[in-house]
């Protein structure tokens, strides 16, 4: 299983090096007598088309002499963001809310979650923090911790909503108390105590603070 934002030119040769170190593997495994198939499937979850090769004749100049020798590789692509709604129901697992959210993202350029419920919580936003790039989807010890409590892509996004403001208030804080420091009201110390911080994290803070 492969999962690609971007479309990716060489992805046919990729995926025959992943299904030839698949079968070299069965080869060198001499207990085991039967073989199996390999299948490599490409999640895709751009919102553009996929239009990079998708097989080996696409990727490789080849000449006609030769080609009718050249076993062709195709790669299993799958265009997440352009399943139909039926199609995202049909998903059983925490995938479907997956699928849902880029689907949405594609169509309507926004994310309405529904009151599915997320079985697996730090896994579907570690996935979607690694898909978007977004680091608010980074799982917090309030949803970790949430064991035998049902959650959903709705609480899920208030609280990165709330986080969002929360860390807002405390950059305002620090900003706050940076200006004090420098004023020569309060000392870094005291300002870093009232932060409930240390000086050097408090000191980290009001850097990062003033480059933003």
């Not at 199996?36 to 080849?62: A, D």
């Not at 139909?84 to 849902?100: G, P, R």
């Not at 570690?126 to 409590?149: E, H, M, V, Y």
């Amino acid at each position: 299983m492969e999962n690609q934002t971007e479309p990716d030119v060489n992805m046919p040769l990729r995926i025959s090096s992943y299904d030839g170190a698949a079968y070299k593997e069965q080869l060198l495994n001499d207990e085991r007598k039967e073989r199996y198939p390999i299948v490599t499937l490409v999640l895709y979850f751009g919102s553009k088309h996929w239009n990079k090769p998708k097989t080996l004749y696409e990727r490789l100049t080849i000449s006609d002499e030769l080609k009718p020798f050249v076993s062709d590789h195709k790669a299993n692509i799958f265009e997440i963001s352009f399943l139909s709604q039926n199609q995202v129901n049909l998903f059983k697992s925490d995938f479907k809310i997956v699928a849902d959210y880029f689907v949405q993202l594609r169509t309507k350029k926004n994310y309405v979650p529904s009151n599915s419920i997320i079985k697996h919580v730090t896994e579907v936003l570690r996935l979607l923090r690694i898909l978007t790039g977004d680091d608010r989807f980074t799982p917090d010890a309030k949803l970790i911790n949430s064991k035998g409590k049902s959650v959903t892509m709705c609480e899920v996004l208030d609280r990165i909503e709330n986080r969002g403001i929360e860390k807002g208030i405390e950059k305002g804080k620090i900003s706050a108390f940076a200006e004090l420091v420098k004023d020569g009201i309060l000392t870094l110390k005291q300002a870093a105590e009232r932060m409930g911080m240390s000086v050097a994290k408090f000191k980290a803070a009001m850097k990062e603070v003033a480059t933003n």
